[in-house]
């Protein structure tokens, strides 16, 4: 129920954990296994990133994700915005991740596309080990569940497509400014108590490509934003969920930011990213993110309206979604859409909301 649901990120969203039919105690756990503890399993610690190894798996974890949300425009400027996500996640700890069924991995996968007037959704599974869905750095990057594929000579030059019963899209992304830590280098903390994560991002994708809707094709252009996490216990237990954001200012510049909600207050971080990509991040109690309109939808009431400050860099703006019914009817499900800025900055960007009863 959702009631029970306790969380991420962008981060990001750990329905991974209950990504397999073989496991129907996690379904029923929903976000509340990201609070979960993590014995036996790999800790993130602060240090350098590897790359490109780190783009690849980190199977010692027991979850991590590819997450890439777009915000796009037809010719006609009407606005569109995609997500498409991958989520691995270890079933046991010192798992056999071999060949075959045996393989204690689980992958998981969920594409969207929103429009003002509708919001697609489509989710796939999968186990480790069978070849239906992993990610591989053999010949470039390569990230695919089923026919949903991310692949490209490297991670900053890709083809991304998805497609469900009524929607699809096949988009070309190509990076214009650097991948960005987020956190301390990459450590990204998620609560007082020390839960963390591994994070980095590449927010500076220029997009171009085709949506197939019920209407016929629509080519679009416009920004995407790529977020790649890992952790083994991203949550404090009594957290209950997250409000995230990531935006695209008109100046160039760009936000992360998260509230990790905890009884009437939370916990925050943000990062503010500059037009040449130089990160400076915020610690907790910088960020300031309020609701200001809300909505009901699928039996819950999330806010679709925002107020969001960082005091810091003189910030203030309201994000809007474009369309308040981009609800994410998946496993354990959650909303998530893109967004309108107004204010100190205007834009466009992508709100995630867990949690919600």
Known sequence: MATNLRPLHRACLLLLLLLLAAVPEARAQGFANLGQAAEGYAMPAPGPFAFPKDHGPHPGFRIEWWYVTANLEGA???????????FRTALKPGADLGPGWSSAEGWMG???????ERHFVAERRGRGGTGQAGVSLEKGFDAWIDEWRMQGPDIDHVRLNAEG???????????????????DGGYSVKSASGQASRYYSQPFYRVTGTLALPDGAVEVTGQAWLDRE??????????????????????????????LREGSGGFTSATWIAPDGTPTPYPDGALRMTPLDRHAVQGR?????????????????????????????TSVPYWEGPVTIEGSEGGRGYLEMTGYD
Not at 76 to 86: F, H, M, N, S, V
Not at 110 to 116: E, G, I, K, N, R
């Open 110 to 116: 969920h594409a969207a596309l929103t429009t003002p």
């Open 301 to 329: 009431t999330v806010p679709v309206e925002w107020r969001v400050e960082l005091p810091a860099r003189d910030l203030d703006v309201t994000i809007a979604a474009l369309n308040r019914d981009a609800w994410m009817a």
């Open 165 to 183: 019963p009524d929607f699809g899209y096949d988009l070309q992304l190509a990076a214009e400014g650097p991948l960005v830590a987020q956190g």
């Open 230 to 259: 890992w952790s083994s216990q991203l949550l404090d237990a009594t957290q209950e969920g997250w409000d995230w954001i990531s935006l695209h200012f008109d100046s160039g510049a760009k936000l992360m930011g998260f509230v």
């Open 76 to 86: 006609d400027g009407t606005p569109y915005g995609i997500q498409w996500t991958l």
